[in-house]
């Protein structure tokens, strides 16, 4: 796949957690990034990140430079390439060939006022508000100032007819959970249509990103998702240890996946649990949303908060575990995993919980690949997706964890994956914390000082729910002029629409929670 | 039937029901490991709705507050015909039986109105369900009640769950067995219990009589808890009676056994909604349809 083929534009080969001189991105016309991202998404490849940043060449800002970052997931490389627009201007869109790039683009419509000719649903995706220097410029320059965008006030699609209805669910819900926007077209109890809308929870971090990193950008990062706050933290950390050249040590590593095993265990465990609630069986949603507890009091040993902020920290990590301690942790882990075996047992032989299940919310291969789902979602689908295996960072370069693969893409498939996965993350943890690496768990702070300047690196984690991806442009200073954040939630919401198509409406709950997407990492 | 009995009757109709919740929540509780409410959480939940002030959206009419007071009412009223126990009943009368269900539909037919009565697209589309369900759970309690009449020859409940059941029993017991389970169904659906509704969740898009009363508050949502714990109560007495068909003769201990029957009764419900899922809401109709068949099929035994 890495054939160079003739008269194919040339990409930068990188890969995940290394550093490019940004001299080495090549600087394409519009039309060649396009043709080079269809090209290469046409073999196999996937779309990580497209994004506009303010070309740093071109002192007022009237200029944006696109950054395309693809995957080949077989090969285990990146390829990067920038083409530069006019803030204001137009490119032809690539959604019409390449599904996968739908949100980004309305992304970039929105950011940089950049327009996506032939996108065939070209609407808001956060209603950012004008920042504060924006809009007194706005107020000197015309008399005028347009009104900031109302979250969630457009237009939706609109299936007519006869007996045809919509229903509209959010922003405000009846659970405790945030909020988000759902249109349905419904024929009686059948949904033709779903249409999510998002941006409630939108708060500006990438743009509070700019000109770092300081003391504040990791407190963002651990904030960015709050049930992937390893996750993230992650993320960025391995970002700007490989802009800084630091060593980080392999103490270090190991309990950041630990940390981050633990994360997917109490997330995917709670969601078992979630999900038994929500057809009404209660031996086992009872039973999890405990044992979801047990797994986030785990995290909290290591560090003393239950989601584990504090403990993943630029050039390592802030707390280290003594033999004792992890010998304890091995110790309540099996007991909770053992507790989650005989919960899931309970739920998968059950026949009224699968009849739930199977067949509800069917997402086919190859649309999972058309819209570049990531994580368990993908892998539900019949994808072999997984940043641990195809992408390896840290730790994981050493000690593999097999990738759980289903082909049905229902909710029984996203289900049980969850639970495939939770042995194979327990039996992880459990290695890891029998063997941790001897040494220290911080590399020298001077090693971070700074980072290489006009440079870009990608980092990509997998967290619970699929790739975390990073990106960070460095200007001449060795600060972020560009900081993009790309949560799994934002390649999977567009999955979650498409998995309602068809069914019964009764059955959106469950669809969406064996999802379970973040609102906030996708509003940011 | 005792004037002591008749005010017991009323008494208990009015006191009771919401016991039955607290039993049913108890023991789905005691399932999932947890201490659960206290038994008397629902007359604590009603005292407090009847304490609170009430909110009315502007697009609603009087059809919307109609909706309880008729639903309560109703249920009320048809609890005043079923016999609790041996115990007769305080109401009754040749095909009282017909009002019997009617009044379960009149309350019905309120409480769909009210939430159409809203404007709002999720009580719309509970009414919708509401009424689907109920087309089908309506056949399935007649065929029932036909068998009953067929074996006494009444159409009055007290006749029909009168003394000689016991005796009905041991000549068709076949058909009786089919007509308790079929009944069981319809006391399922009727009062939102899994598998047909979940009355804990918070799902909108799932609920089917929750999702029609979610406007309303305060002490007409008390109405609306306090109707359907009594409703509860009503067809629960039904299925007592007919699988309990013993007459002790004394007042005391046909009480008891009553009061056994119906704490057995809950316990029941509490344990079938702690081991098993909801069924899918494309499902619910098929089963409605096997209660119906099942009561039929009582007929057809009769009918040798």
């Given at each position: 796949m890495s054939v160079v083929r003739e008269g194919r534009p040339r990409f930068a080969q990188t890969r995940a957690g290394r550093?490019?001189?940004?001299?080495?991105?090549?600087?394409?016309?519009?039309?060649?990034?396009?043709?080079?991202?269809?090209?290469?998404?046409?073999?196999?490849?996937?779309?990580?990140?497209?994004?506009?940043?303010?070309?740093?060449?071109?002192?007022?800002?009237?200029?944006?430079?696109?950054?395309?970052?693809?995957?080949?997931?077989?090969?285990?490389?990146?390829?990067?390439?920038?083409?530069?627009?006019?803030?204001?201007?137009?490119?032809?869109?690539?959604?019409?060939?390449?599904?996968?790039?739908?949100?980004?683009?309305?992304?970039?419509?929105?950011?940089?006022?950049?327009?996506?000719?032939?996108?065939?649903?070209?609407?808001?995706?956060?209603?950012?508000?004008?920042?504060?220097?924006?809009?007194?410029?706005?107020?000197?320059?015309?008399?005028?100032?347009?009104?900031?965008?109302?979250?969630?006030?457009?237009?939706?699609?609109?299936?007519?007819?006869?007996?045809?209805?919509?229903?509209?669910?959010?922003?405000?819900?009846?659970?405790?959970?945030?909020?988000?926007?759902?249109?349905?077209?419904c024929h009686g109890e059948e949904v033709f249509h779903l249409e999510i809308s998002l941006g409630y929870q939108h708060r500006g971090v990438e743009r509070a990103l700019l000109g770092g990193p300081d003391k504040r950008t990791i407190h963002y990062m651990e904030t960015l998702a709050g049930d992937t706050s390893v996750g993230h933290a992650s993320a960025y950390c391995h970002l700007l240890e490989a802009l800084a050249g630091a060593r980080v040590p392999g103490r270090a590593l190991s309990l950041r996946a630990v940390a981050l095993e633990l994360e997917r265990l109490a997330n995917h465990t709670g969601d078992l649990g979630a999900l038994a609630n929500d057809v009404g069986y209660l031996p086992t949603a009872s039973y999890c949303g405990r044992l979801r507890g047990d797994f986030l009091n785990l995290t909290a040993t290591i560090c003393g908060n239950r989601f584990g902020r504090g403990l993943v920290r630029p050039g390592g990590v802030g707390f280290d575990v003594e033999p004792e301690r992890a010998a304890d942790m091995v110790r309540r882990l099996d007991a909770a995993v053992a507790d989650v075996e005989s919960a899931a047992d309970l739920m998968w032989s059950s026949a009224s919980v699968l009849s739930r299940f199977e067949n509800a919310g069917r997402v086919a291969e190859e649309a999972a690949f058309e819209l570049g789902l990531v994580g368990f979602a993908a892998r539900a689908s019949g994808l072999y997706r997984d940043v641990r295996h195809d992408h390896p960072w840290g730790i994981y370069r050493f000690t593999k964890v097999p990738v759980s693969t289903m082909h049905s893409g229902d909710v029984f498939a996203r289900a049980y994956l969850r639970w495939l996965e939770i042995r194979r993350s327990a039996r992880f943890v459990r290695e890891q914390l029998g063997a941790l690496p001897r040494g220290g768990t911080r590399a020298a702070n001077e090693s971070l000082a700074t980072l290489a300047k006009q440079s870009v690196c990608v980092s990509l984690i997998e967290g619970w729910r699929g790739e975390i991806a990073h990106v960070a442009v460095t200007d001449e200073r060795g600060r972020f002029a560009a900081y993009k954040v790309v949560d799994p939630s934002f390649h999977n919401w567009a999955g979650l629409a498409l998995a309602l198509r068809d069914q019964q409406i009764s059955d959106f709950p469950i669809c969406n929670k064996s999802f379970d997407l973040s609102y906030c990492g996708h509003d940011l | 039937m005792s004037i002591v009995d008749v005010a017991l009757h009323v008494l208990v109709t009015l006191v009771a029901p919401p016991l039955l919740l607290g039993v049913i929540n108890k023991t789905k509780a005691a399932f999932a490991g947890r201490v659960g409410p206290p038994l008397l959480q629902a007359y604590f939940d009603l005292a407090r709705l009847f304490r609170k002030g009430s909110v009315f959206s502007a697009t609603t009419t009087w059809v919307f507050r109609a909706g309880p007071i008729v639903a309560l009412v109703a249920a009320a009223f048809a609890a005043m015909i079923v016999p609790y126990g041996a115990r007769g009943a305080a109401l009754s009368f040749a095909g009282d039986m017909i009002l019997f269900a009617y009044l379960f539909a009149l309350g019905r037919f309120f409480t769909v109105a009210a939430a159409l009565d809203t404007g709002s697209a999720f009580e719309g589309m509970g009414g919708a369900r509401e009424a689907t369900f109920s087309v089908l759970a309506e056949p399935a309690l007649f065929l029932g009640m036909m068998v009953l009449v067929r074996l006494t020859g009444s159409s009055s409940l007290a006749t029909m769950l009168g003394g000689g059941l016991g005796g009905l029993w041991a000549r068709s017991g076949a058909s009786l067995v089919m007509v308790v389970a079929s009944l069981l169904v319809v006391l399922l659906v009727e009062c939102s219990r899994i598998p047909f509704d979940d009355p804990n969740t918070h799902l909108e898009l799932t609920m089917i009589h929750e999702v029609m009363v979610l406007d309303h508050s305060g002490p007409l949502f008390g109405a609306v808890l306090y109707g359907a714990a009594i409703k509860l109560f009503v067809l629960g007495a039904l299925v007592v009676r007919l699988a309990l068909p013993i007459d002790t003769g004394v007042a005391v201990y046909d009480w008891g056994l009553f009061a056994a029957g119906m704490l057995g009764l809950a316990v029941a419900i509490g344990v079938t909604e702690s081991v098993m899922a909801r069924l899918r809401m494309r499902q619910i109709p098929s089963l409605l349809v096997g209660a119906c068949l099942l009561s039929a099929f009582g007929i057809v035994l009769l009918a040798r």
């Open positions: 550093v490019v001189a940004r001299a080495a991105v090549p600087l394409l016309s519009l039309e060649e990034l396009r043709a080079g991202v269809l090209d290469r998404v046409a073999a196999g490849a996937r779309l990580v990140a497209l994004f506009g940043a303010r070309d740093a060449r071109d002192a007022p800002c009237a200029a944006v430079e696109l950054w395309a970052v693809l995957a080949d997931d077989h090969e285990g490389t990146l390829e990067l390439a920038t083409a530069p627009v006019a803030r204001g201007g137009s490119f032809a869109a690539l959604t019409p060939d390449c599904p996968q790039a739908h949100l980004f683009e309305r992304e970039i419509a929105e950011q940089w006022q950049i327009t996506p000719i032939g996108h065939p649903w070209l609407k808001p995706v956060r209603f950012p508000r004008a920042s504060a220097s924006e809009r007194e410029s706005a107020s000197a320059s015309a008399s005028a100032t347009p009104s900031a965008p109302v979250v969630g006030v457009m237009d939706y699609y609109r299936v007519e007819g006869e007996e045809v209805h919509e229903v509209a669910v959010g922003p405000v819900h009846a659970g405790v959970i945030e909020p988000g926007h759902f249109r349905f077209q | -």
